[in-house]
């Protein structure tokens, strides 16, 4: 019997090592979990400190170029590393955070606007390294909304809305593309001939079509073609926006060069602008410089790209008067001074603008008590 004691004895002692071992195994596997998550939550932490600084390191980069530009500088930056004699700033920006690469591209092959507002117009030269014969407009609503118009509007395909009727057009304000006004300078000749008769004004219609791509428009050389309504077949394949207006024949103007104003109307748009001579893509120079920067901190990396005017914009007036006050606006037809001449028989309106009288009293003309 004694003996029989003892082994049962033994086998209790091998079942609580065992059991020793498992739990040992258990609180070891818990542990080196925990460690993997804290190791994993520090990497991540300490990646998002380096993705910071890579990223404000590629800001600065970007804010160097810009002042080189508006410097009047216009050469390219084509290799990473290779900052010309005079640029603004430094690539190193402390220990272990620099701009690795930063290229500046004077003569880009598109133009971006992000965001075109409705305030005010953009003018921008259309120059590019050979005759431009065509302009492909790219827009869509700034948003990202892709509603589109489908057939008439307001009783009337090409109706120009009111804000207020655009906005509560069929789908939500948020969501609509906008109308683009676009005017097309031609600039061999800024004369008068050439200012009244070769300048075209088109309304960019963000019309609905089931199939992708422009819509061709014809340049021509007739006054009767001014102020088109032009339907940009929008389509959420199309790219670069989802609509797009190619005006080609711009051969006809006598100019490979243009100025052109554009405007987005009811609502900010993103537009892009390419260029075209004979079907091949030109680079267009003196409009925009495309800046791309590499921030880089210890192993991580950041990747900027912006696009600024080269120069300042022309700033023109949007209307041929414009005031942050009122307007007192009264018409009349004067005779001519030579009795029996052609006119001579029209009278002044009683109680509007007089040359012959002082300022009080023409001031009280657009007195706003006055009937």
């Known amino acids: 019997m004694s003996k029989i004691n003892i082994k049962l004895e033994d086998e209790r002692g091998m079942i609580a090592i065992t059991v020793t071992v498992i739990i040992i195994a258990i609180v070891s596997l818990i542990t080196i979990g925990f460690a993997a998550v804290i190791r994993r939550d520090q990497r991540q932490s300490l990646d998002r400190q380096l993705s910071t600084q890579a990223y404000y390191a590629a800001e600065s980069g970007i804010n160097d170029a810009i002042e080189w530009v508006k410097a009047g500088n216009t050469s390219e930056i084509s290799t990473c590393g290779s900052l010309p004699v005079g640029f603004p700033g430094g690539s190193n920006l402390g220990p272990g955070v620099e701009y690795s690469c930063l290229l500046v591209d004077p003569t880009p092959d598109k133009l971006i ?158 537009v892009t602008v390419t260029a075209f001579a004979g079907g091949n893509q030109v ?32 700033d023109y007036p949007e209307f041929a008067i414009e005031t942050t006050d009122t307007i007192c606006k009264r018409l009349n037809v004067w005779p001519s001074t030579a009795s029996g001449s052609a006119g001579a028989d029209y009278e002044p309106i009683p109680g509007s603008f007089n040359p012959n009288v002082n300022n009080s009293q023409n001031q009280n003309i657009c007195n706003p008590t006055q009937p």
């Open 283 to 314: 680079e267009l120079s003196g409009a925009q410089a495309l800046i791309d920067v590499t921030g880089k901190a210890a192993d991580v990396v950041r990747r900027l790209q912006v696009t600024v005017p080269i120069k300042k914009q022309f």
């Open 113 to 270: 606007f992000d965001p075109l507002g409705t305030d005010r117009s953009v003018i921008v030269p259309i120059d590019g390294n050979a005759d431009v014969t065509s302009i492909k407009i790219s827009w869509q609503r700034k948003e990202g909304g892709n509603q589109f118009l489908l057939g008439s509007v307001g009783g009337a395909k090409h109706n120009l809305l009111s804000q207020n009727e655009w906005d509560t057009y069929n789908s939500p304000p948020e969501g609509r593309t906008s109308l683009l006004r676009v005017d097309l300078i031609p600039a061999s000749s800024l004369d008068r001939a050439n200012l009244t008769g070769k300048i075209r004004t088109f309304f960019l219609y963000p019309q609905h079509e089931s199939t992708s791509g422009p819509n061709a428009v014809n340049y021509e050389g007739s006054e009767a073609n001014q102020q088109l309504f032009i339907d940009g077949k929008c389509n959420t394949s199309s790219t670069p926006q989802y609509c797009n207006v190619s005006l080609d024949s711009l051969g006809v103007s006598g100019s490979g060069d243009f100025y052109l104003r554009i405007r987005s109307i009811y609502a900010s748009s993103i």
